[in-house]
C-alpha cells in the first residue's frame, strides 16, 4: 500500500463517521465493551485496532496508529490489502477500531470530497467488532451531537459499501425507526437511494459463539 492511501485512512476516518463490522464466528477471541480513552502502549493500541476484524483478516492487515504528532503512522505493514486503526471516531468517549479495504477508503476519500459519487469500482468492506456509536436526528444520520439529536449505539458489525437499490433489494433504513432495525442479527442501509449507499449487517455474537 502506498504512503498516500495510508495516509488517508485516519485523516478521512477521524472526519467521516464511524459505524461498521464483525461476524461473530470467525472473530479474535477479545470482544469486550470498546475501552474508554486512556493511555496505551503501541502493542495495545496494534492489538486492539486488530481486534475490529475476523482473525484470518487481521493476521495480515496493515496497522496504521495516530504518532506523537498525531500524523498516521503505519507500524505493521499487511499483505491482503486490509488496513486496521484503533480509533474512527473521536467524537465518542470510546474507542471504536476498524479495519476496511482499499475499496473502502476510496469511497471515504469520495465522501470527504463531496464528490458526486464514490470513486471505488468494487465493493468496499469494512469490520467494526467493538461496534459504533452515531446520532439520529430526523431520521438523519450525525458525525457529532447538537441539539435534538439521539445517540444510538451500533452494535458489532459490517459493511458493504456499495449502492444496493433498497426498493429491489428490501433492505430496511438504519435511521428509520432505528430502535427496531438497529438490532443484533439485522441488516439496514445508510445513504440509502443515493450513490453512497452502504450496506450494515449486524452480528448476533451470543448466537455465533453458541454455534462455537
Known amino acids: 500500500m502506498t504512503g498516500t492511501p495510508c495516509k488517508l485512512f485516519l485523516g478521512i476516518l477521524s472526519f467521516t463517521m464511524a459505524s461498521l463490522i464483525a461476524i461473530g464466528n470467525i472473530l479474535a477471541d477479545d470482544t469486550t465493551m470498546r475501552p474508554l480513552r486512556k493511555p496505551m502502549s503501541q502493542d495495545q493500541l496494534t492489538q486492539f485496532a486488530l481486534s475490529a476484524a475476523p482473525r484470518h483478516i487481521a493476521q495480515d492487515a496493515t496497522v496504521m496508529l495516530p504518532g506523537d504528532d498525531g500524523k498516521p503512522m503505519e507500524v505493521r505493514k499487511g499483505t491482503n490489502g486490509f488496513t486496521c486503526m484503533p480509533d474512527t471516531n473521536p467524537n465518542s468517549d470510546r474507542l471504536e477500531p476498524m479495519c476496511m479495504n482499499q475499496a473502502t477508503a476510496q469511497w471515504f476519500t469520495s465522501f470527504k ?16 467488532a467493538k461496534g459504533a456509536e452515531l446520532w439520529i436526528k430526523e431520521g438523519k444520520l450525525l458525525l457529532k451531537p447538537e441539539g435534538g439529536a439521539v445517540l444510538l449505539d451500533f452494535p458489532p458489525h459490517w459493511m458493504i459499501f456499495w449502492p444496493f437499490d433498497p426498493k429491489e433489494s428490501g433492505f430496511p433504513s438504519c ?25 450494515l449487517i449486524f452480528q448476533n455474537l451470543a448466537t455465533a459463539q453458541a454455534k462455537r
Open 113 to 128: 470530497n463531496n464528490a458526486p459519487k464514490p470513486s471505488n469500482t468494487v465493493p468496499g468492506i469494512a469490520y467494526m
Open 175 to 199: 435511521t428509520v425507526q432505528p430502535e427496531q432495525v438497529v438490532r443484533p442479527g439485522n441488516v439496514c442501509m445508510i445513504f440509502e437511494g443515493s450513490p453512497y449507499a452502504a450496506l
